[in-house]
């Protein structure tokens, strides 16, 4: 079993900056993608990126590619996800899950999720 908390989200006005960040506990976390997903009121829980277990190999969805960067302290047991140039359609809850499969960006493929925190956008 793996742990994932997250913390980070508030409140920010567009064009702003904030960083999430991820802590696992439980069993080891270097051996895992880790990925983050985002869900807006209404609509379906979306991919945002995923970092490889040795944080050689990252991707984005396209929608925050160039102004969002992931990252990981595997010493820590800790992903990051830094968030530049935030835009109001960013607003959503932001959850961190841990999958065995490389590279992956599919929900169903992610077998441990945090409790996700709120990141608000306003114009």
């Known amino acids: 079993q793996v742990q994932l908390v997250e913390s980070g989200g508030g409140l920010v006005q567009s064009g702003g900056s904030l960083r999430l960040s991820c802590a696992a506990f439980?069993?080891?976390?270097?051996?895992?993608?880790m990925g983050w997903f985002r869900q807006a009121p209404g609509k379906g829980r979306e991919f945002v990126a995923a970092?490889?277990?040795?944080?050689?190999?990252?991707s984005y969805a396209n929608s925050v590619k160039d102004r969002f960067t992931i990252s990981r302290d595997n010493a820590k047991n800790t992903v990051y996800l830094q968030m530049n140039s935030l835009k109001p359609e960013d607003t959503a809850v932001y959850y961190c899950a841990a999958s065995v499969h490389f590279g992956a960006a599919q929900v169903n493929l992610y077998a441990y999720w945090g409790q996700g925190t709120q990141v608000t956008v306003s114009s």
């Open positions: 970092i490889s277990w040795s944080g050689g190999s990252t």
């Open positions: 439980g069993r080891s976390f270097s051996g895992y993608t």
